[in-house]
């Protein structure tokens, strides 16, 4: 049985140092209020048992929580006191300097909470190493500092999350929409070098690749690009080659017809748009930025963006050769073809390519192969999103959103009077647990409410601590960002602010477990039909919030389905610290991703994916559903049904299959979840490697593909997931 300690790192469970704090403290007693050695014993038994019952590692607190109680239970009132008083001395020791054991434990990879605290990162590369590093210190400093203390109590009993502590104490945002057309088009400056406009399409995707990489850097969210803005570079290149062509036939004496000459420039020009989409793909996934992992990027295919028939068509080609080459993955170091992290698709389905006779029908055929092989392109529906993302004006748009789910809400500019989402961003994410929230009360409804505005109250203030911590950055801080057109044009020296304020930017209040609070307060699912009304009636109540914050502030405060990742165990393990083991409630070592069906309901993919779409609506700063599926390939016309679905009934949808490769025996298939000594590890189903670093694993992880393995709450989430089709 493995104890994680206070450093983050395992090591294995010793019963005889419970016996040996219990002995100290019972020796420093007078003799009549001490136990006999049966006695401890017998506690350091109970304590070891209490542990293997439980469904997680246990740390070294809870350890020390369960000795306490068995002590009391013993009636050593005298014993109990010293123990409590040794715990409460070291603690404040500890408090001198919390960062050094962390960062040592870091240094050696024996940090298991750090090691899987996210997908993408490998906790054993140097700058992977650094980042964590720096945001040991930082987290320090927001605990210790910039944070009053009962919001970083309420942080860490779990009944709400700060996210993102490590980049807090920077003046940091989440995540944002790139303005890539204006970039393109009138030039930026990266790393004090000014760009121009490109003068072929293999130039713009350059260019693009090396923007990515700089707004990575500069903010620790997701980024998202549409290909529209690269579309107009087709046609610059088109001429460009066009130009070389009969140059070059002139150089010969040569002369050809006006068909031949185009189907030579076309030739050449597919093989420009192939490497361009090539090397837009490869960069993202080697580029290593300053956080130590690849840009988590987004890109976005949408016909509809573009601004005339010719643009449409060549943006139809990129398309088409982005699907083509995430079709085939990429190489790992065995040279065997795997499916990558990133970039991160979205395919839109609209009426010109949903339907068997659209013009465009070949590219979500293609998509839907795709899909069945790699896991993306996910989906958005121009339909549904259309009556969704209404603006002030009452126009519906269609746009993306800033990474795995994140959407910013309409905006119109008023200087223009026109929609604006390219160059907005997100400034932060703080998260209600509506679990522990419904167990406080105890299943009283009226104290349920009571209970939520306490949390949202603290929800408000760290959203406002987030807010303030940006209030006065200066462009300075991130030029390629704020001076140079990603997000803004502002002057050297200026300071963010007005960007700030008036829905520019969206800040977001994220929730998380609405099933397990459901089942909690009513005792059904939030399927059943008289469960739902009491869901529906808590995203109603968490949307009101907002609008009062919004109101108050004058800034987009917005209800955000949380895609918890490392957070689900920590609130998991939070939960059964507070409650216990509840059936069906916190016997797990996750709870569920925002407003998302259990992973073990049966439920068929049409019908969770309607049953989802009113919560999608009620989650205007992001959600994204999913439909859990086997392997596809051979199924096509499976997937094209789903895909249509979604296009009538859902903004925004994926479908999850496996994708995984075994480097020892070169198994293709799926790697299963398989138990040793209480701990869920990976294994090849075909020659029993169990060896993470000689196997490609990547599962959906929150709406985006992780592929550096997870903490063991996210693991038996994933176990757990029954198949939808």
């Given at each position: 049985?493995?104890?994680?300690?206070r450093?983050?790192?395992?090591?294995?469970?010793?019963?005889t140092?419970?016996?040996?704090?219990?002995t100290?403290?019972?020796?420093?007693?007078?003799?009549?209020?001490?136990?006999?050695?049966?006695?401890?014993?017998?506690?350091?038994?109970?304590?070891?048992?209490?542990?293997?019952?439980?469904?997680?590692?246990?740390?070294?607190?809870?350890?020390?929580?369960?000795?306490?109680?068995?002590?009391m239970?013993?009636?050593?009132?005298?014993?109990?006191?010293?123990?409590?008083?040794?715990?409460?001395?070291?603690?404040?020791?500890?408090?001198?300097?919390?960062?050094?054991?962390?960062?040592?434990?870091?240094?050696?990879?024996?940090?298991?909470?750090?090691?899987?605290?996210?997908s993408?990162?490998?906790?054993?590369?140097?700058?992977?190493?650094?980042d964590?590093?720096?945001?040991?210190?930082?987290?320090?400093?927001?605990?210790?500092?910039?944070?009053?203390?009962?919001?970083?109590?309420?942080?860490?009993?779990?009944?709400?999350?700060?996210?993102?502590?490590?980049?807090?104490?920077?003046?940091?945002?989440?995540?944002?929409?790139?303005?890539?057309?204006?970039?393109?088009?009138?030039?930026?400056?990266?790393?004090?070098?000014m760009?121009?406009?490109?003068?072929?399409?293999?130039t713009?995707?350059?260019?693009?690749?090396?923007?990515?990489?700089?707004?990575?850097?500069?903010?620790?969210?997701?980024?998202?690009?549409?290909?529209?803005?690269?579309?107009?570079?087709?046609?610059?290149?088109?001429?460009?080659?066009?130009?070389?062509?009969?140059?070059?036939?002139?150089?010969?004496?040569?002369?050809?017809?006006?068909?031949?000459?185009?189907?030579?420039?076309?030739?050449?020009?597919?093989?420009?748009?192939?490497?361009?989409?090539?090397?837009?793909?490869?960069?993202?996934?080697?580029?290593?930025?300053?956080?130590?992992?690849?840009?988590?990027?987004?890109?976005?295919?949408?016909?509809?963006?573009?601004?005339?028939?010719?643009?449409k068509?060549?943006?139809?080609?990129?398309?088409e050769?982005?699907?083509?080459?995430?079709?085939?993955?990429?190489?790992?170091?065995?040279?065997?073809?795997?499916?990558?992290?990133?970039?991160?698709?979205?395919?839109?389905?609209?009426?010109?390519?949903?339907?068997?006779?659209?013009?465009?029908?070949?590219?979500?055929k293609l998509?839907?192969?795709?899909?069945?092989?790699?896991?993306?392109?996910?989906?958005?529906?121009?339909?549904?999103?259309?009556?969704l993302?209404?603006?002030?004006?009452?126009?519906?748009?269609?746009?993306?959103?800033?990474?795995?789910?994140?959407?910013?809400?309409?905006?119109?500019?008023?200087?223009?009077?026109?929609?604006?989402?390219?160059?907005?961003?997100?400034?932060?994410?703080?998260?209600?647990?509506?679990?522990?929230?419904?167990?406080?009360?105890?299943?009283?409804?009226?104290?349920?409410?009571?209970?939520?505005?306490?949390?949202?109250?603290?929800?408000?203030?760290?959203?406002?601590?987030?807010?303030?911590?940006?209030?006065?950055?200066?462009?300075?801080?991130?030029?390629?960002?704020?001076?140079?057109?990603?997000?803004?044009?502002?002057?050297?020296?200026?300071?963010?602010?007005?960007?700030?304020?008036?829905?520019?930017?969206?800040?977001?209040?994220?929730?998380?477990g609405l099933?397990?609070?459901?089942?909690?307060?009513?005792?059904?699912?939030?399927?059943?039909?008289?469960?739902?009304?009491?869901?529906?009636?808590?995203?109603?109540?968490?949307?009101?919030?907002?609008k009062?914050?919004?109101?108050?502030?004058?800034?987009?405060?917005?209800?955000?389905?949380?895609?918890?990742?490392?957070?689900?165990?920590?609130?998991?393990?939070?939960?059964?610290?507070?409650f216990?083991?509840?059936?069906?409630?916190?016997?797990?070592?996750?709870?569920?991703?925002?407003?998302?069906?259990?992973?073990?309901?049966?439920i068929?993919?049409?019908?969770?994916?309607?049953?989802?779409?009113?919560?999608?609506?009620?989650?205007?700063?992001?959600a994204?559903?999913y439909?859990?599926?086997?392997?596809?390939?051979?199924?096509?016309?499976?997937?094209?049904?789903?895909?249509?679905?979604?296009?009538?009934?859902?903004?925004?949808?994926?479908l999850?299959?496996?994708?995984?490769?075994?480097?020892?025996?070169?198994?293709?298939?799926?790697?299963?979840?398989?138990?040793?000594?209480?701990?869920?590890?990976?294994?090849?189903?075909?020659?029993?490697?169990?060896?993470?670093?000689?196997?490609?694993?990547?599962?959906?992880?929150?709406?985006?593909?992780?592929?550096?393995?997870?903490?063991?709450?996210?693991?038996?989430?994933?176990?757990?997931?029954?198949?939808?089709?």
């Amino acid at each position: 049985m493995q104890v994680i300690k206070r450093s983050g790192s395992e090591v294995e469970f010793d019963i005889t140092k419970i016996i040996s704090a219990i002995t100290k403290a019972n020796n420093e007693v007078v003799s009549a209020d001490r136990m006999t050695m049966a006695q401890i014993q017998s506690i350091a038994t109970k304590v070891e048992n209490k542990c293997k019952s439980l469904s997680h590692a246990p740390s070294v607190e809870e350890i020390q929580d369960l000795v306490e109680d068995q002590i009391m239970a013993h009636s050593a009132y005298a014993v109990a006191r010293i123990y409590i008083t040794y715990r409460y001395t070291h603690s404040l020791i500890r408090q001198s300097n919390t960062t050094d054991s962390q960062i040592l434990s870091l240094l050696e990879c024996n940090n298991e909470e750090v090691k899987q605290e996210n997908s993408n990162k490998n906790p054993t590369v140097n700058s992977v190493q650094r980042d964590y590093m720096a945001g040991e210190v930082s987290k320090d400093l927001t605990r210790r500092i910039l944070l009053p203390p009962d919001i970083v109590k309420a942080h860490d009993e779990g009944l709400i999350h700060f996210h993102d502590a490590d980049y807090y104490a920077q003046h940091m945002h989440n995540c944002d929409l790139v303005n890539l057309e204006d970039m393109l088009q009138n030039g930026t400056v990266i790393s004090g070098t000014m760009i121009e406009k490109p003068h072929s399409f293999s130039t713009a995707c350059n260019i693009a690749t090396q923007i990515i990489a700089q707004v990575a850097s500069s903010q620790y969210g997701g980024q998202s690009i549409s290909l529209t803005h690269l579309a107009p570079f087709v046609d610059v290149s088109r001429k460009k080659i066009r130009r070389d062509v009969e140059a070059e036939l002139a150089a010969l004496g040569a002369t050809a017809t006006q068909e031949v000459v185009h189907n030579v420039v076309e030739r050449r020009l597919r093989d420009e748009i192939k490497k361009g989409c090539q090397m837009i793909q490869y960069q993202v996934v080697t580029l290593m930025t300053t956080n130590g992992q690849a840009p988590f990027v987004t890109v976005f295919m949408y016909l509809g963006e573009a601004a005339d028939p010719q643009t449409k068509q060549d943006l139809a080609i990129i398309v088409e050769e982005m699907l083509n080459q995430r079709l085939q993955g990429v190489k790992n170091e065995a040279g065997q073809w795997i499916t990558p992290a990133f970039p991160k698709l979205i395919y839109v389905l609209e009426e010109e390519n949903i339907h068997e006779d659209s013009p465009y029908y070949a590219l979500t055929k293609l998509a839907a192969k795709c899909t069945a092989k790699r896991m993306v392109p996910d989906y958005i529906s121009e339909k549904v999103m259309r009556k969704l993302k209404v603006d002030q004006n009452g126009e519906g748009h269609c746009y993306t959103c800033m990474g795995c789910r994140s959407f910013l809400t309409p905006y119109v500019d008023p200087e223009t009077g026109k929609p604006k989402y390219y160059g907005r961003f997100n400034q932060g994410v703080v998260t209600v647990n509506l679990v522990d929230a419904a167990l406080t009360s105890q299943g009283d409804v009226d104290k349920f409410w009571t209970t939520l505005d306490e949390r949202l109250n603290l929800c408000y203030r760290a959203l406002m601590y987030r807010h303030n911590r940006l209030m006065g950055t200066l462009s300075d801080a991130a030029p390629i960002l704020w001076q140079y057109g990603a997000l803004a044009r502002l002057k050297k020296g200026e300071p963010i602010d007005k960007l700030l304020f008036g829905g520019y930017s969206t800040i977001s209040l994220g929730y998380a477990g609405l099933y397990e609070c459901v089942k909690y307060m009513t005792g059904k699912s939030h399927t059943d039909p008289s469960a739902t009304p009491f869901a529906l009636d808590i995203m109603r109540y968490l949307n009101a919030a907002c609008k009062r914050w919004k109101e108050k502030e004058n800034m987009d405060f917005s209800l955000y389905g949380t895609p918890l990742e490392s957070t689900t165990f920590k609130f998991a393990k939070c939960l059964q610290k507070r409650f216990g083991v509840i059936a069906g409630i916190t016997d797990r070592n996750y709870i569920t991703n925002s407003y998302h069906i259990h992973v073990t309901e049966p439920i068929d993919a049409f019908s969770k994916l309607k049953f989802e779409s009113q919560f999608q609506q009620l989650s205007p700063g992001g959600a994204i559903s999913y439909v859990e599926v086997p392997n596809m390939q051979h199924n096509l016309d499976a997937v094209l049904e789903v895909m249509k679905f979604i296009y009538d009934n859902i903004m925004y949808a994926e479908l999850n299959t496996k994708s995984d490769f075994c480097q020892v025996c070169g198994f293709n298939g799926e790697i299963q979840i398989v138990e040793d000594d209480g701990k869920l590890i990976w294994e090849c189903p075909q020659c029993g490697n169990r060896d993470q670093s000689k196997m490609n694993v990547a599962r959906r992880t929150c709406g985006y593909i992780g592929t550096q393995f997870w903490n063991q709450g996210r693991t038996q989430e994933i176990q757990d997931r029954v198949l939808h089709l």
